[in-house]
């Protein structure tokens, strides 16, 4: 077991945290997993929406993410700025300025002369010029950049990051241990985590995200999610459950599904559950019908196969990558027919899918392991 370091400093960890959103969240878990073994705990600062709750969760100090003032007198005494993981360095998601808010955050690091590391990012979209040029102007002064997929390293190279100033390695959240569901939520919805067959009274996940897309003839959606809904309870004697991974985002969402429809074998999965947890009820289901990336990242580590819905480029590449696209769907052909031509393609290929996720699992949580090994010698070197 290594030694605590007993120093004064603190590391600061910069992300999209406090925000209840499942994939996030699953990323700063995995993190302090990782840094808590040789970091007290206490000398974690992570910059969290919901300081408080963040506290209570991880066991670390948190501070509001817009208390500017907290976050420069912590900067005094920080040894190590960790901005990551996640979708940060974008701006086709929310009002456009998660670039000017992360960039900024290094920028104050580094007027401050503390070490600045980017860890498990994925980078873009970025669309506006001026966004790529700040990008190029503030990465190009950090020191270390890990990236978590190769078109995100590629498009550093474009914006002007030199190449040997970006390592790649796979998304944190497959370091994530498991965590045993609540007896309360076994019990209540009959959960043993023994996975069946698709062929054989499945259980299926349903994970989607409240976004432009889906707002986007949004009536229309709904209705073909209900229909594909029936056709799985109905035609493929599914049990489904409805698993928010934002509740205060998708709880719309769902909640419209839920008033249109009232088919028994629908259950809806409002308990919060934190993200190991939630890796754990992936365990129980035989198939997933996930927007989320982590809830396709999730599919992966259980061995799950999955119907990817492509919103996103992030989703769009992990799958190819994978060699799986005939699981994507776009998020644009919602239908029974299109829904059911690709559970025909899992029920024929089932067992060579199962394989590749085991194996794809097992390299991508090696690839993981080797960028948190990079992330802690940096750690260990400036702390």
């Not at 970091?39 to 974690?44: A, D, F, G, H, V």
């Not at 003032?69 to 940060?88: D, E, R």
């Not at 004697?237 to 991974?245: A, D, G, R, S």
């Given at each position: 077991m290594n030694k605590k370091v007993e120093q004064k400093k603190s590391i600061i960890i910069s992300g999209y945290y406090g925000f209840d959103n499942c994939g996030d969240e699953a990323i700063l878990m995995a993190m302090i997993q990782k840094l808590s073994?040789?970091?007290?705990?206490?000398?974690?600062?992570?910059?969290?929406?919901?300081?408080?709750?963040?506290?209570?969760?991880?066991?670390?100090?948190?501070?509001?993410?817009?208390?500017?003032?907290?976050?420069?007198?912590?900067?005094?005494?920080?040894?190590?700025?960790?901005?990551?993981?996640?979708?940060?360095?974008?701006?086709?998601?929310?009002?456009?300025?998660?670039?000017?808010?992360?960039?900024?955050?290094?920028?104050?690091?580094?007027?401050?002369k503390v070490p600045v590391?980017?860890?498990?990012?994925?980078?873009?979209?970025?669309?506006?010029?001026?966004?790529?040029?700040?990008?190029?102007?503030?990465?190009?002064?950090?020191?270390?950049?890990?990236?978590?997929?190769?078109?995100?390293?590629?498009?550093?190279?474009?914006?002007?990051?030199?190449?040997?100033?970006?390592?790649v390695y796979s998304d944190p959240s497959f370091l994530l241990l498991k965590e045993e569901l609540p007896d309360h939520i076994s019990e209540k919805y009959k959960l043993n985590q023994e996975v069946k067959a698709f062929t054989s009274n499945p259980i299926a996940a349903l994970v989607l995200r409240n976004c432009g897309e889906i707002k986007q003839d949004y009536k229309q959606k709904i209705t073909q999610l209900?229909?594909?809904?029936?056709?799985?309870?109905?035609?493929?004697?599914?049990?489904?459950?409805?698993?928010?991974?934002?509740?205060?985002?998708?709880l719309s969402l769902y909640d419209d599904l839920r008033r249109m429809i009232s088919n028994s074998e629908v259950n809806y999965l409002y308990?919060?559950?934190?993200?190991?947890?939630?890796?754990?009820?992936?365990?129980?289901?035989?198939?997933?019908?996930?927007?989320?990336?982590?809830?396709?990242?999730?599919?992966?580590?259980?061995?799950?196969?999955?119907?990817?819905?492509?919103?996103?480029?992030k989703v769009r590449n992990y799958v190819n990558g994978l060699g799986l696209p005939e699981l994507l769907?776009?998020?644009?052909?919602?239908?029974?027919?299109?829904?059911?031509?690709?559970?025909?393609?899992?029920?024929?290929?089932?067992?060579?899918?199962?394989?590749?996720?085991?194996?794809a699992a097992k390299e991508y949580q090696h690839s993981a392991g080797a960028g948190v090994d990079k992330l802690i010698s940096f750690v260990k070197d400036h702390y």
């Open positions: 073994k040789f970091i007290p705990p206490k000398r974690i600062i992570v910059l969290s929406q919901t300081p408080q709750k963040t506290e209570i969760e991880y066991k670390v100090n948190a501070i509001y993410r817009l208390n500017i003032y907290s976050i420069i007198a912590q900067l005094k005494n920080t040894g190590v700025f960790i901005s990551g993981g996640g979708g940060l360095l974008q701006d086709v998601s929310g009002r456009g300025l998660s670039i000017i808010y992360y960039l900024s955050l290094i920028v104050l690091a580094l007027l401050f590391v980017v860890y498990g990012q994925g980078i873009g979209p970025v669309k506006k010029p001026i966004n790529r040029k700040l990008i190029k102007i503030v990465l190009a002064k950090v020191k270390l950049i890990i990236v978590r997929d190769e078109q995100s390293g590629i498009l550093l190279q474009e914006l002007g990051i030199k190449k040997d100033s970006v390592q209900i229909k594909i809904m029936d056709y799985l309870t109905e035609k493929q004697q599914t049990n489904i459950f409805l698993v928010p991974f934002q509740f205060n985002n998708d308990e919060g559950l934190n993200p190991a947890q939630m890796l754990s009820l992936f365990s129980n289901f035989s198939l997933i019908i996930g927007m989320r990336f982590h809830a396709v990242i999730f599919a992966t580590i259980c061995n799950i196969p999955f119907i990817a819905i492509d919103y996103d480029p769907l776009s998020i644009n052909q919602l239908s029974v027919k299109n829904v059911a031509d690709k559970l025909r393609y899992i029920k024929d290929s089932q067992e060579n899918i199962k394989t590749l996720l085991k194996s």
